[in-house]
DNA sequence: CCCGGCATCAACCGATCGGCTATCCATCCG
DNA sequence: CGGATGGATAGCCGATCGGTTGATGCCGGG
């Protein structure tokens, strides 16, 4: 019997996964969380062999990778499987980062999450394709690699900050801001912001 | 007995309302669709007396909004009652235009989509907390109200587009685009387009 | 050890953005 | 019938932004 706890803000989700799972026979939700606190004392009352994390807790909550941070520096962690609806480079670094063993987006059929969170039980590594095509074209030495620094300028980018903005936000001078740019521009192959936007969220590179 | 057709691009949200609402005894699920096709096709097959509406059904299918006036448009048409996430101006808007009778959130506790579909099915309007709350504010004389052009031009904005892009965007001169600007700008109470993006996000006139 | 990638920064310059004023037209409403 | 509102447009001008180029320091791999 594999002991799952799902952590995910949304009552609707939870309720359907747990119906979900409790259909299959050698599967139990013996708890839910929405958030960072709820998590850890569901996994302290009841230790269960996977957590199915959310990565978008709601704006109050800490962030799922965060959360899977936090569960992962306990003393007999539980493994962290990952599902969610985003599958941006930055989304799924943070969250194998912080420890998480797997990664499924939420249109997978359900025949997937279960053979994915028996996977992970067995301590199996589990990644949906598209999460998995992300990663090797990260690691391919050809293809013009954006880097953690860029990502993030991206991302404020996308929010529509200016240079100074950026800058304030990033704790470095704005003549550093204008350098990143210049180098994304030659990495995505345009020569303005909104265009690096597009092409950002066209490779994934960031969420829209 | 009332009939239910679901209408979501997630395979796991699909099944979860499913089994949820199965559990009531006087709703029944008669059919599932994840887009705009689909939806069509299993409405006319089975026909339904309310219709689950997700908004954002991934990026090759027509929105939900498109989906529910397509709905809409049919001889007899089923009630709508909109389920999704994001809980902005615009998109509750353009929801209600396209004919929705409700709109809940997907962060609501189960009973209250129970009562919310069971209302929807008697004609009667449903709408989140939060979502009244928007539309209220959005009538109160007082507030200055960011009128529908600027919203276009708000979402532009959060794209990052130039003024002269979003003129292309919105098929108008430049000189209209600031001029919208400026207009956005006293509403809002900021000076700088950034600005406007984070005000017009906090307030949720768009989404982030 | 030296090269390359990454992050940081400075100075320069042209494009643009922002703010202003003013006009025109359609619609809606009392 | 006015009057108010929303949308579209023009022109102006100075401040700022955005983008390029070039240069420095640090770190890790070959």
Do not use: W
């Not at 095509?133 to 690699?145: C, E, H, K, Q």
């Amino acid at each position: 019997m594999i002991r799952i706890v799902l952590v995910d803000d949304h009552p609707v989700v939870r309720a359907g996964l747990r119906a979900l799972i409790e259909g299959q026979e050698d599967l139990v939700v013996v708890g839910e969380a929405d958030g960072l606190e709820q998590a850890l004392s569901v996994v302290a009352a009841e230790p269960p062999d996977v957590v199915l994390m959310d990565l978008s807790l709601g704006t109050d909550s800490a962030g799922g990778a965060e959360v899977t941070a936090a569960l992962r520096a306990l003393e007999s962690p539980p493994e962290v499987l990952v599902l969610t609806t985003y599958d941006t480079e930055s989304d799924i670094l943070r969250a194998l980062e912080a420890g998480a063993r797997g990664y499924l987006l939420k249109d997978a059929p359900p025949e997937q999450l279960f053979g994915g969170i028996r996977a992970t039980a067995r301590g199996e590594t589990v990644l949906a394709p598209s999460v998995a095509a992300t990663l090797v074209r990260r690691t391919t030495p050809g293809a013009s690699t954006v880097t953690d620094r860029e990502v993030e300028v991206l991302e404020l980018l996308s929010r529509g900050l200016g240079n100074k903005e950026m800058a304030r936000e990033l704790f470095v001078s704005e003549a550093t801001v204008k350098s990143h740019l210049s180098h994304i521009y030659t990495k995505l192959g345009v020569d303005t912001r909104a265009g690096a936007v597009a092409v950002a969220i066209e490779r994934r590179i960031i969420r829209a």
